[in-house]
């Protein structure tokens, strides 16, 4: 043997954690986590398919498909795209302007008021709708779209106190050194 002997390390055995008084929802706590985490990658792997196979992101088919879908002759206007997808006007206007760069959509001026634009999908849009297996709004809000009225208000109710919960804890970090700088 030489001068420095090898150390022979004992096998260590890997302790489960273990729900404690001070954390009972340990393991609900990280299913919930999962689940989240599930319900996000399988929405990034919807948005990298449709990408590969149409051309076209998630949010971008959605607002294609509510663009066709308008039951008004004229179309529809940005503003009440945005409405009906939740997302602010100017994140809208840059999926029109993709859109109608792509030749999916197109831009109409109202015949009354020549301020207001309407926006109407094109024949090419209407068929990459009708070749793109859906839902075309995304798996998400095809979920939440086919989740009863209670179990949505729930949902809607128990997210709301999470954000809350996160944005208080936000606050209160807001100021601080990052990681000790």
Do not use: Y
């Amino acid at each position: 043997m030489t001068a420095v002997s090898k150390r022979v390390r004992k096998p260590t055995r890997r302790v489960r954690a273990s729900t404690t008084a001070s954390s009972p929802h340990t393991s609900l706590e990280l299913q919930t986590l999962q689940s989240l985490r599930t319900i996000f990658g399988s929405a990034r792997t919807h948005d990298a398919e449709l990408r590969r196979s149409a051309g076209v992101s998630g949010s971008q088919l959605w607002a294609l498909s509510e663009v066709a879908r308008s039951n008004n002759k004229q179309g529809i206007t940005v503003n009440q795209l945005s409405a009906q997808m939740a997302l602010h006007q100017t994140t809208t206007s840059n999926l029109v302007n993709s859109l109608v760069e792509k030749g999916l959509i197109r831009r109409q001026r109202d015949a009354a008021d020549q301020r207001v634009v309407h926006l109407c999908a094109t024949a090419q849009g209407k068929q990459l709708l009708l070749r793109t297996p859906g839902p075309h709004a995304g798996l998400l809000v095809d979920a939440l779209r086919s989740l009863d009225r209670a179990h949505l208000h729930r949902l809607s109710e128990s997210l709301g106190w999470v954000l809350t919960r996160m944005r208080r804890t936000a606050d209160l970090a807001a100021g601080e050194t990052l990681m000790g700088e």
